[in-house]
């Protein structure tokens, strides 16, 4: 056990060289990125008085950083939980240690399962989902109990299957086929979207991406939840198939998983939600002086589903490698949208076409 500093909070956790579920309670440090997000969410989303559950809280530090970090009369009540008997001591012994400077007083921890600390609520304006693997166990209870306009945010390590290294598991994990290529992230991403909208579906509950990305070795997504059979349909219209010819490197967006491009059947990941992924409304507020989340910021704003590899097409079609500021700037003059994606540091997202991409490279 060890005393160490996370943005404004001191806490004490145990530490291991190799993080897993098996260290007596919970604690990542990798992940303070993940808390840091959560954070400049909630402080920029346009809400006070929010009631706040984190079901598996493990060491408590999202929870003290909550009630350090987050703006005055952001949090009305914040409940905190875990399953394990040294992870609730844990938490009491670091909220006591942060007792300066809490910005609410409705706190209450607590001992349950996760779902039944979920199904027992009365309901909470956001809810952290952050396990160890995969959400799925998880997902039902907090759609359930998510209010409307509320927000769950959800974190997956679960990446293996969701990236095509185990496609059986991810068609049986996620009801969906993942893609081994340049694009196994973005659409690992987008397949684990669509599970939770699924989910959220059968409740008339549109969960609707505002903020999403992948990082390291897990993806996360801030799910807004709007009531309404409406706003389901609209969102399971854009539940369609990525489709990718590694012939020529082309790709579309499909309602079916069955296309052929230079004389062979494409390869083909989903279905997969294709719509806006994050809300540049949003991350503006966030104001976040992070170059991550700025890369961000700038794909959001042309809202397209995957990017075309520069490296690889250079490869392919044996031309020059450009800088991909330059090259972004050229389809731009061109008259077609383009940024960076922080799914892939040599790619583009871009309306244009690959003929015209490779037009403007050997340019």
């Known amino acids: 056990m060890k005393t160490i500093t996370e943005g404004k909070a ?50 408590g530090v999202r929870a003290a950083r909550f009630l350090l970090e987050l703006k005055k009369e952001k949090i ?28 609410c007083e409705d706190i209450e921890v607590s001992q349950l399962d996760a779902n039944n600390f979920l199904l027992d609520s ?21 759609v359930k109990r998510i209010s409307r306009g509320g927000i769950i945010a959800a974190t997956s390590t679960d990446t293996a299957p969701l990236c095509g290294t185990y496609p059986k598991t991810c068609k049986r994990k996620y009801f969906a086929a993942p893609i ?43 799910f807004r939840c709007e009531k309404g059979k409406t706003r389901v349909d609209n ?5 369609k198939y990525f489709l990718y010819c590694t012939k020529c490197l082309n790709y579309n967006i499909s309602s079916y998983n069955k296309q052929e491009c230079c004389k062979k059947l494409m390869d083909f990941a989903g279905p997969i939600f294709t719509g806006k992924i994050n809300d540049s409304s949003l991350i503006k507020k966030m104001k976040a002086d992070d170059k991550f989340i700025q890369t961000i910021l700038e794909e959001s704003k042309i809202n397209l589903p995957f990017f075309y590899d520069i490296h690889k097409i250079a490869k392919k079609y044996k031309i020059g490698i450009p800088k991909t500021d330059e090259l972004i700037s050229r389809l731009k003059k061109a008259g077609f949208k383009a940024s960076k994606t922080h799914f892939n540091i040599y790619a583009v997202k871009t309306d244009a076409s690959i003929e015209k991409i490779i037009k403007i490279m050997k340019k």
């Open 122 to 142: 009365v309901g909470f304006d956001y809810i952290e989902i952050d396990p160890f693997g995969t959400p799925n166990p998880f997902l039902d209870s907090a």
């Open 76 to 103: 009305k009540s914040i409940k905190i939980n875990d399953h394990s008997p040294d992870a609730v001591k844990l938490i009491k012994k670091n909220i006591e240690i942060n007792e300066e400077g809490l910005i």
């Open 235 to 239: 969102i399971i219209s854009e539940h």
């Open 180 to 222: 081994r290529n340049e694009h196994m992230h973005e659409a690992g991403l987008r397949i684990l979207i669509r599970k939770a909208q699924l989910i959220g579906a059968q409740f008339d509950k549109a969960l609707i991406p505002i903020f999403s990305y992948s990082k390291d070795h897990y993806f996360r997504t801030y």
């Open 10 to 59: 001191k806490i004490q956790t145990h530490t291991a060289r190799i993080v897993s579920k098996e260290m007596p309670v919970f604690y990542n440090p990798k992940m303070e990125f993940n808390r840091d997000t959560s954070i400049l969410v909630l402080n920029a989303i346009d809400k006070k008085n929010l009631q706040i559950g984190l079901p598996l809280a493990g060491s």
